[in-house]
């Protein structure tokens, strides 16, 4: 239960600090395209807030209703998000700051889920945080487990990746090595990150995404 209540904690404090770092955005800087391709600055955020006021039997009551397609009941979700100015958005993301609801799924992924589409939304505005340590390295651990939907075993597979500057490391063959916060988007399928990286492993990293 501690290390539950741990991951809480963080995902908890890493909400709270992309409102802070959202709550002034212009309306450009909303229709800006993150990370994750397809998606504005705006969806990206409502996707957040959609996925922590969700239950695991209403996530399979929407998607059975959108034809078991994920994407499909995602896009229904930021839609009713979206409607009206951004700060109406703002507010929905700021009334989930401290809720524990999630879809099915290990809680390490709402810690996941909430580092990396704040990492989506801040990178392409210039926006930097300096994330407690142990939060983006639990996210890769996560993520080099996971197959699933994210792929990141697949994508590290047969290359040792170091986190500079710590003691974290994960895998054994040729070396990719950087910041943790420039090893975790390609993990997680992201091409954004791998200038910061290097390495005999790097070109083959980069060829999986």
Do not use: N
Not at 6 to 16: F, G, I, M, N, Q
Not at 56 to 82: D, Q, Y
Not at 142 to 160: E, F, T
Not at 179 to 194: D, E, K, Q
């Amino acid at each position: 239960m501690a290390a539950r209540s741990d991951v809480w904690d963080l995902v908890h404090t890493e909400r709270r600090a992309l409102l802070a770092d959202v709550r002034g955005l212009t309306a450009e800087q909303w229709a800006v395209e993150p990370l994750c391709a397809g998606r504005t600055v705006r969806d990206t955020l409502a996707h957040m807030a959609a996925t922590a006021r969700i239950t695991p039997p209403l996530f399979f009551l929407k998607t059975a209703r959108a034809g078991f397609r994920f994407e499909v009941m995602a896009a229904r979700e930021i839609a009713a998000l979206t409607v009206g100015e951004p700060a109406a958005t703002v507010a929905a993301f700021e009334a989930e700051l401290d809720s524990v609801r999630h879809p099915p799924g290990p809680v390490d992924t709402w810690l996941g889920e909430t580092a990396v589409h704040a990492e989506d939304i801040r990178r392409p505005l210039g926006i930097t945080r300096a994330y407690p340590p142990r939060a983006p390295t639990r996210c890769a651990d996560l993520y080099l487990r996971s197959d699933v939907l994210i792929g990141g075993r697949r994508r590290a597979a047969g290359l040792r990746l170091r986190a500079a500057g710590t003691a974290w490391i994960a895998g054994d063959g040729p070396e990719v090595v950087g910041p943790t916060l420039s090893l975790l988007p390609p993990v997680t399928g992201r091409p954004a990150g791998l200038a910061g990286l290097s390495g005999d492993g790097l070109p083959v990293l980069a060829s999986r995404l």
